[in-house]
């Protein structure tokens, strides 16, 4: 596997490349015109680009599958260098509004939903991912590469806004390395200029991982994959919540620097007759209370095989509206794509088989 041109920040770039305009010059082939290619490149001598290309490739990932939903998510399936495979979804927040005369007065909003790791180590009973077990981390290039691709895909152009969720395949935090350096070559002026703020790592809750995340001051959200109120039932979806318990994770998410303004987030994954009483909501209240949190409950996404359940949507209602009239400001998640491979992990279940 060789390395990445997406593995650099332009100071890292200009280390190799010289002199620096050259390499402003690559680094806007890179994430202005999203080049796949050295061949993209027009204004760069030959000669430079024959040597970077003996050592280095542009983008590191190839779209082997597509889906498209009507509501205009769209799942990406990847190939990486070595033939492993990783999911990215692109997902549409806001639609396009436009007044009686046709003028734009909103842009349509979109996120980006990307894979830190191949398979996955933390090995949640609930989730598909964690079915195939842990192949290996990505580099920064490959997290790097998900969103330059997918802006290419879609023609977004460079200077339009775009958000990133760390939730595709994989725990970000046992990959917290490639992960910082992907969060700061987003950031990069010269790049595509993604600020902290826009960027939101979600955890199942390495709780010493998370205080090495804040100690980082990157500036970006977190989200933590709670999905449960007693250690009991937690160790059982998240085994590793035995290392890392429901106290620590809370203790460490006190300790996270968090713009004022903002809220952290809580994800719930709802599982019928598991995790959706009354008495779980009001332990819900209780846990959060002291921290400016925002709940996002998840419909649990059934895929064959599973033991678990969807919850009902009455249920689902009633558990929010005890956490909003007990003061949490509380969403359901909306399930995108539900008409394609809606949950993490199905696009690359689906396939297997038809790439091997
Ligand atoms: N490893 C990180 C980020 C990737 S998982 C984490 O666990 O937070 C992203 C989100 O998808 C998590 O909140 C996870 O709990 C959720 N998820 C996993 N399997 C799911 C399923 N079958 N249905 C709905 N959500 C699921
Ligand atoms: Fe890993 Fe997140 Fe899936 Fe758990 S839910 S197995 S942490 S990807």
Known sequence: MKPSLLDFKLTGLQAIVKPSFRSKQIYSWLYHNYAQNFEEMKNIPKALKDELAEKFVVNPLKIVKKESSIDGTIKYLFELQD??????????????IRDESGNLTQEAKYTICVSTQVGCKVGCAFCLTAKGGFTRDLTAGEIVGQVVALKRDNEHKHNRMINIVYMGMGEPLDNLENLAKAIEIFKEDDGLCISGKRQTVSTSGLSNKIDRLGEMDLGV?????????????RTELIPMNKAHNISSIIEAVKRFPIDTRKRVMFEYLVIKDKNDDIASAKKLVKLLSGIKAKVNLIYFNPYPGTEYERPTKSDMITFQEYLVNHGLLCTIRDSKGIDISAACGQLKEKTQGDLS
Do not use: N, Q, Y
């Open 83 to 96: 033939g492993k495979t990783i999911e990215t979804v692109w997902l549409k927040m806001k639609e396009e």
């Open 221 to 233: 959200h977190i989200a933590i994959s709670l999905h449960a109120v007693d250690d009991k039932l």
